[in-house]
């Protein structure tokens, strides 16, 4: 018996007979005035031959009652009592039949019944049993049937049928409408099984039937071993099945979560965050029951959402992590991964239709889309859910090359899209509950972050004094899977990244730079430095970060400090202590507050050319993985500061005399010719002094060029220090200088003059010990004595011919 067993089933969903809806309440109604009128009929007509064995089968068939096994697919029992009702339409009256197959179906409904069933409940179950004994009555005792010459066997076959049809559809019926499902699909999935059992049971009816007229209604109650011999048949193919179903549930779970495990890993090589597949799941597979769409497509779906972007495997890696739009070429490279997609996930047969949907994802509504061009309802439906979905989450993401939108913001976007892009249907029911969805999505990844947390593992603490390499928090910390291949990406986009940087640049400081940042967005620190190594010593080129003034001080002697130390040795220190980079200057030297280093030596083609060294608050925070990844940037790098160095040599050597280190004639020039173009905005005054040592010659001839050079050296330097740190001193060639002197009026000339005169007597003091060499200037002003570099250096040269003229011409008539 079924129906009672799924009054069980109805007592777990029923609330309020209004919540069932219109449809399912006139089904109630029209069951309960169609069935409950025929009890008290029947007790107005009763009849009975034998009361005693009508108590006696009475009994049997309640007892039959309470042996119920549970139903696979829904939370509904059934018992073998449909046997008595069978018998009893064979050998007992109407009234008899009625009364002892609605007992039998109360017990089954009470007994053990958890929760209670409502009397609504047990009132359609009663009405529904009325219906189908008194349906299969009518079908057994008809006169039609008789006509056509069916002997009783065939008669009672034909009764056992319609009283399973009359039971079981009504009970479908009920539950269909309950759960919002088809009523023909839950009849076949959950009691379309049992119709052998009812053929098998009017046959037993039939042999108890002749027993009881053979030998007597006493040996037709040996029939109740057979009523447990079904019921132990009943529990043991339903145990099996069961247990079929459990496997089939853990083989599609696990099935499931490979699917997913593969698609975030594809998912963490295209961006940095996989909860993007999370949110599209949810999002999709809400639209799609919304959409009322059946079982096989929401597994599809749920399926197609983990791994609609499987194919970009083919996708190039730099065109992926491009962080910025694509190129038209680039694209068309991007456009192959639907196609690939299906292709690899073709392999896999799934049992729902995955493959068109991954396909499909990237087609539009208005047939603009790739890679087929379809439109409409060509479309796949899922294909549809899922483009608009991903859309929407893209949009609400962040991208490198534009903030994330607001899910309204994105929204808006996705609904001037209706009609063209997206299914104006799915846009619909997103528009209608997409606040709802990203509820649950922040709800369900809010959970998943408090159970993802790892437990810090507690450890010793060792010292991180000296040089020594020592395990560290970070190793042992657990990581997912996840931040694995996120990271591996990461690192191959900073190499590919410092590649082109060290690629494109000459300047060692914008190198450097350029360098800085990149590292700082892989491998945390707080303080980072570039020491480039110069005739022995260390150099710090470039500092960013914590007690920044202390390493730009720093000249380390090769094999002091820690990285004096890594570049004498020429091998690397993972979480060495920052406090041995100042241990050479002496027991007063000031200490970093930093607690760890992570240094490397950067080889150029002849050795060290010098180290970079990253700095940290925490002691033992650099990992093995941070110093492989240095490593793996060391060669480049370390070329990179080589060339930079031998590029700025050069262009120092282009730009600056190499005897006294003054700017040279054309560094002076270009100089003069940015000044000129500064101080005609400004409008502000400008000299330029042009210098020639006089009795230069005399002193080569008497002691030498050498001597002669250290002079011109100790010129340079005191006329250096004679001029205001923005003024410009130049040598121009042999012993003549050039000073560009900004905002100098003709009344501070006669000043610098003084300084001049003073400092070149000073020096050929110095040098010569005696003072053999003097000095001639001239001068010249814009915009009074010229406008243009060649005007001002051609009036200071007249000026100073004219001013060394009279030096000369005193010395005559001195002699």
């Not at 009325?130 to 056509?148: R, T, Y």
């Not at 709802?436 to 810090?456: F, G, H, Q, Y």
């Not at 270009?670 to 500064?678: F, P, V």
Request: aromatic share 10%; with cysteine.
């Amino acid at each position: 018996m079924v129906a009672i067993a799924a009054k069980n089933y109805w007592s777990d969903t029923w609330r309020d007979v209004q919540s069932l809806g219109f449809p399912a309440l006139i089904f109630i109604l029209t069951q309960l005035i169609g069935g409950l009128p025929l009890l008290p009929y029947a007790f107005l007509h009763w009849h009975s031959d034998d009361f005693f064995r009508y108590a006696c089968f009475l009994t049997v068939a309640l007892f039959a009652s309470l042996l119920k096994v549970q139903l696979p697919g829904i939370k509904a029992t059934m018992s073998a009592n449909f046997l008595f009702i069978l018998v009893g339409i064979l050998d007992l009256s109407y009234s008899e039949t009625l009364l002892m197959g609605c007992l039998g179906g109360l017990v089954q409904t009470l007994w053990h019944a958890n929760p209670r069933p409502r009397p609504i409940q047990w009132l359609f179950n009663l009405a529904n049993l009325a219906l189908s004994i008194s349906a299969a009555e009518l079908v057994f005792h008809s006169k039609v049937a008789a006509g056509f010459g069916f002997r009783w066997p065939l008669l009672m076959a034909a009764a056992a049928t319609t009283y399973f049809a009359f039971n079981t559809i009504s009970v479908s019926g009920i539950i269909a409408m309950t759960e919002g499902r088809n009523p023909v699909h839950v009849w076949k999935e959950c009691y379309l099984w049992a119709f052998p059992y009812y053929l098998l049971g009017a046959l037993i009816a039939c042999g108890v039937s002749a027993i009881n007229r053979l030998a007597g209604w006493q040996f037709g109650l040996l029939a109740f071993p057979i009523v447990y011999w079904i019921y132990r048949s009943y529990q043991t193919y339903l145990s099996r099945l069961a247990a079929q179903k459990k496997h089939a549930e853990e083989i599609a779970a696990l099935h499931l979560r490979t699917i997913e495990a593969l698609s975030l890993a594809i998912e963490a090589k295209d961006h940095t965050t996989h909860d993007h597949l999370r949110r599209v799941q949810v999002y999709a597979v809400e639209i799609a029951k919304d959409l009322g769409l059946d079982e096989s497509q929401l597994n599809a779906i749920r399926a197609a959402s983990m791994l609609h972007d499987i194919g970009k495997l083919a996708v190039p890696e730099n065109i992926l992590s491009k962080p910025g739009r694509l190129t038209p070429e680039e694209f068309e490279k991007m456009k192959i991964h639907p196609i690939v997609g299906s292709d690899i996930l073709a392999r896999v047969e799934f049992p729902y239709p995955v493959v068109p949907i991954v396909r499909s994802h990237h087609e539009k509504w208005d047939g603009s889309g790739y890679p087929d061009g379809l439109k409409r309802e060509a479309i796949p439906i899922g294909a549809r859910i899922l483009s608009a979905v991903d859309n929407f989450d893209a949009l609400a993401s962040e991208r490198p090359y534009r903030r994330a939108l607001t899910t309204e913001e994105a929204m808006k976007t996705l609904s001037e899209q209706k009609g063209t892009s997206f299914d104006p249907r799915v846009v619909e029911v997103m528009e209608r509950r997409y606040a709802e969805l990203e509820v649950m999505v922040n709800s369900m990844e809010t959970e998943r972050r408090r159970l993802d947390i790892a437990p810090k593992m507690e450890r010793s603490v060792a010292p991180s004094s000296g040089f020594a390499e020592v395990p560290n928090d970070a190793e042992i910390r657990a990581t997912s899977f996840l931040t694995s291949i996120i990271s591996a990406r990461q690192e191959a986009q900073l190499l590919f990244e410092l590649a082109q940087t060290l690629g494109n640049s000459l300047s060692l400081k914008e190198t450097l730079s350029v360098v800085a940042v990149r590292l700082k967005e892989i491998i945390p620190h707080d303080s980072i430095v570039f020491f480039v190594c110069q005739d022995g010593v260390l150099i710090p080129e470039y500092v960013h970060g914590v007690d920044y003034d202390l390493f730009s001080s720093l000249r380390i002697p090769l094999g002091q400090g820690l990285s004096g130390w890594v570049a004498r040795n020429e091998k690397p220190i993972t979480n060495g202590n920052p406090a041995a980079e100042t241990l050479y200057l002496g027991p007063s030297s000031p200490i970093t507050t930093l607690q760890s280093a992570l240094s490397i030596p950067l080889r150029g083609r002849d050795g060290v050319a010098g180290v970079l060294t990253l700095y940290h608050r925490e002691k033992n925070c650099f990992t093995k993985d941070h110093l492989r990844l240095l490593l793996a940037a060391s060669s480049k790098l370390g070329l990179s500061v080589e060339n930079a160095l031998q590029y700025e040599q050069a262009q120092s050597t282009a730009s600056t005399d190499y005897l006294t280190g003054l700017p040279n004639a054309r560094s002076i020039c270009d100089h003069l010719e940015k000044e000129l173009s500064r101080i005609r905005r400004s409008r502000r005054p400008l000299a330029v002094l042009l210098c020639d040592l006089n009795g230069f010659k005399k002193v080569n001839d008497k002691f030498g060029h050498l001597t002669g050079n250290k002079l011109l050296q100790e010129v340079a330097s005191k006329f250096k220090t004679s001029c205001r740190e923005y003024d410009q001193v130049g040598r121009l060639g042999g012993d003549e200088f050039v000073f560009v002197l900004p905002d100098m009026t003709k009344d501070l000339v006669t000043e610098i003059e003084k300084r001049l005169t003073r400092a070149v007597l000073e020096a050929s003091s110095t040098v010569c010990g005696e003072a053999i060499v003097s000095v001639s200037v001239g001068t010249a002003f814009y915009p009074a004595d010229g406008l243009s570099v060649e005007q001002l250096l051609s009036e200071s040269d007249r000026s100073m011919y004219e001013v060394k003229e009279k030096h000369y011409s005193k010395l005559q008539s001195v002699s």
